[in-house]
């Protein structure tokens, strides 16, 4: 017995498939069905990584030298002080970064953005299909990261102890220099093609403008 044949949906957004106009180079992103996929703006993917990577630094430097600090604050040599609080921001040196890394991957897994990305309206998924990425894509876009991450803060460290000296500053020397050069040129990826950065293509992954909610 022949079965009917079945009635495909309606085709979307004008295209002649049911499922929105074909790419040329892969499926359209799920965030804007029918087209392809843009990279969100240099701009904001740049503040997103300076909220999730300098706020980090910037809580564990902060927890870290306020512990030892009053930790050390009424040690006199042999006694005195609190050592539970040397102990706290010994331990911040690697929980706090810890946490940071398994919250993100959390959320750009499960909700397809960090800490950084949500509060600029960014998403990242797969290039390819539109759906969030994998976890095993995510870590290693942040270990990508970490190169241009480590080149920033070498940056700032050189700059701000060499220039402690306001009425004589001193330029900085070779390191921060390619330190600078090192966070220039993944820039050059950011700005041609589809805008995807080296974290971005060589794991196969894309930030994009988040689809603000009717």
């Not at 706290?88 to 946490?99: E, N, S």
């Not at 330190?179 to 794991?203: C, E, H, I, N």
């Amino acid at each position: 017995m022949t079965q009917p044949e079945s009635t495909p949906p309606p085709a979307r957004n004008g295209g002649t498939s049911p499922y929105g106009p074909a790419s040329p180079t892969g499926p359209a992103s799920l965030s804007t069905p029918g087209q392809l996929a843009v990279s969100a703006p240099v701009l904001a993917r740049t503040i997103s990584f300076i909220i999730d990577f300098g706020g980090t630094v910037a809580l564990t430097v902060g927890v870290v030298l306020a512990s030892v600090t009053e930790g050390f604050a009424d040690y006199n040599g042999s006694s005195g002080g609190n050592s539970s609080l040397v102990l706290l921001g010994i331990a911040a040196i690697f929980v706090i970064p810890v946490t940071s890394i398994v919250l993100n991957v959390s959320l750009s897994h499960f909700r397809g953005h960090s800490v950084g990305q949500g509060v600029m309206r960014l998403r990242l998924q797969n290039v390819q299909t539109g759906a969030p990425a994998s976890v095993g894509s995510i870590v290693g876009r942040m270990f990508i990261l970490l190169v241009p991450g480590g080149a920033a803060l070498s940056l700032v460290a050189s700059i701000v102890r060499e220039n402690t000296d306001l009425e004589n500053p001193a330029f900085p020397g070779i390191l921060p220099i390619f330190a600078l050069v090192v966070l220039v040129l993944p820039l050059r990826s950011m700005l041609r093609g589809d805008g995807r950065g080296w974290q971005d293509r060589w794991t196969g992954q894309i930030v994009v403008p988040r689809a603000s909610r009717a």
